[in-house]
Structures are given as structure tokens and as C-alpha cells.
């Protein structure tokens, strides 16, 4: 079992940042690759972010390259996910998911995790 709590979220004007955290327990951290999904309100969860066991492997929607940052620190057991140029549209229940594969085809997907958290609220105003 791997226990995953999501933090750091709140509300911040368009153009702002925001650090996500998620803390794991548990199981060997290291050996998950970990994700970041959202869910905005009436829409899908989608994927955000991902990167390996190593941290050396990212992996991004087009929608948050370039503004968003996935990275890990496994002596922490703690993954991050630095917001920077948020946009409303960015507004969303953010959650971290554990993977005990990194596979490039199925990553970007839900298919493989089998840990999630219960997310935190980012908020972006206009």
C-alpha cells in the first residue's frame, strides 16, 4: 500500500504560481513512477504530469508544458508540481498517483496507477 496526500493548493490570480506537494508512505516510494491528474468541474480527469523512479524522465500534457514542473525528491518520498503563468482554465482538483511501471505508451493514462490521493483545490482567477 502506498498512502498519498496532496498539499500546497489554494487560489491565486492569473499570471501567479503554486507548489504542489504530495507526500507518500508506505511502500518504497522510489519505486513508483508518480503522476499529477486534474479534474475541473463537469470534465474528465486528464493527465498533467509524470516522471520515472530516477526523476531522470518527464513526461507533460501540451496544455501545462513549458509552465508546469514535475520533479521528485525520493530521499522526501515527495513529489512536486510547480505551477508557473497559471491560467483560469488551470482551475481544478489536483491529485498524485503512483505507477510501478514507466511505460511512455500508457503514462498519460489512469490504466497503471495503483495509488491515488485525494487532491487538493487549485483555484486561478481572472
Known amino acids: 500500500q502506498v498512502q498519498l496526500v496532496e498539499s500546497g493548493g489554494g487560489l491565486v490570480q492569473a499570471g501567479g504560481s503554486l507548489r504542489l506537494s504530495c507526500a507518500a508512505s508506505?511502500?518504497?516510494?522510489?519505486?513508483?513512477?508518480m503522476g499529477w491528474f486534474r479534474q475541473a468541474p463537469g470534465k474528465e480527469r486528464e493527465f498533467v504530469a509524470a516522471?520515472?523512479?530516477?526523476?531522470?524522465?518527464?513526461y507533460y500534457a501540451d496544455s501545462v508544458k513549458g509552465r508546469f514542473t514535475i520533479s521528485r525528491d525520493n530521499a522526501k518520498n515527495t513529489v512536486y508540481l510547480q505551477m508557473n503563468s497559471l491560467k483560469p482554465e488551470d482551475t481544478a482538483v489536483y491529485c498524485c498517483?503512483?505507477?510501478?511501471?514507466?511505460?511512455?505508451?500508457?503514462?498519460?493514462?489512469?490504466?497503471?496507477?495503483?495509488?491515488w490521493g485525494q487532491g487538493t483545490q487549485v483555484t486561478v482567477s481572472s
Open positions: 498517483a503512483a505507477d510501478p511501471w514507466w511505460n511512455p505508451g500508457t503514462i498519460a493514462t489512469m490504466i497503471d496507477y495503483d495509488y
Open positions: 516522471i520515472s523512479w530516477s526523476g531522470g524522465n518527464t
Open positions: 508506505g511502500r518504497t516510494f522510489s519505486g513508483y513512477a
